[in-house]
T-cell receptor, first 112, second 115 residues
Framework: AQTVTQSQPEMSVQEAETVTLSCTYDTSESDYYLFWYKQPPSRQMILVIRQEAYKQQNATENRFSVNFQKAAKSFSLKISDSQLGDAAMYFCAYFRDTPLVFGKGTRLSVIA | EAGVVQSPRYKIIEKKQPVAFWCNPISGHNTLYWYLQNLGQGPELLIRYENEEAVDDSQLPKDRFSAERLKGVDSTLKIQPAELGDSAVYLC?????????????FGEGSRLTVL
């Protein structure tokens, strides 16, 4: 079964600085999707960024970008110019043919 | 367009009591999911519906949990009887189709506390 590992239970970043959240996964597939979801204290999870495994180019969405290392099965999220509103739980997730498999999450705190 | 709607947001019950959660997915989304999220953990799938058919319920504890999606739109998740360990957030999500990109749209969740 696919597994997703987030090794950083908690991270903190100063406002306006950059932070990187780590994620590794295990799969024998070559085509799949990877996601980063954000869950603010209100609990509604929202999609931050998506990466298609067959695309070598790293996905970017405004201040959010990923470093996708397919051979290493690594999928890290970089948040640039961190804002107070970025404080949340961040979940890495894997998708192939079955519903999303989530990691345990990283709690990000943003320090003003 | 309205998002995924869940109710109630919060529920506190005594152990052994029943409880039910309701979910209305985004209009036109024929795939509906119920996830369990324990404190400090990532969501874990309980059941997935394609229209009114439960196509993946392998993780649903069927001795006490049940779910239905009678008309292929809204869904109800029931626990009877509730146990202390059922205290968690129950998330509902929907998507257009399960075999596309896998992107899900989540509701705000229902937080259950069992005393």
């Amino acid at each position: 079964a696919q597994t997703v590992t987030q090794s950083q239970p908690e991270m903190s970043v100063q406002e306006a600085e950059t932070v990187t959240l780590s994620c590794t996964y295990d799969t024998s597939e070559s085509d799949y999707y990877l996601f980063w979801y954000k869950q603010p204290p209100s609990r509604q999870m929202i999609l931050v960024i998506r990466q298609e495994a067959y695309k070598q180019q790293n996905a970017t969405e405004n201040r959010f970008s990923v470093n996708f290392q397919k051979a290493a099965k690594s999928f890290s999220l970089k948040i640039s110019d961190s804002q107070l509103g970025d404080a949340a739980m961040y979940f890495c997730a894997y998708f192939r043919d079955t519903p999303l498999v989530f990691g345990k999450g990283t709690r990000l705190s943003v320090i003003a | 367009e309205a998002g995924v709607v869940q109710s109630p947001r919060y529920k506190i019950i005594e152990k052994k009591q029943p409880v039910a959660f309701w979910c209305n997915p985004i209009s036109g989304h024929n795939t509906l999911y119920w996830y369990l999220q324990n404190l400090g953990q990532g969501p874990e799938l309980l059941i997935r519906y394609e229209n009114e058919e439960a196509v993946d319920d392998s993780q649903l504890p069927k001795d006490r949990f049940s779910a239905e999606r009678l008309k292929g739109v809204d869904s109800t998740l029931k626990i009877q009887p509730a146990e202390l360990g059922d205290s968690a957030v129950y998330l509902c999500a929907s998507s257009l189709r399960v075999d596309l990109t896998g992107e899900l749209f989540f509701g705000e969740g229902s937080r259950l506390t069992v005393l």
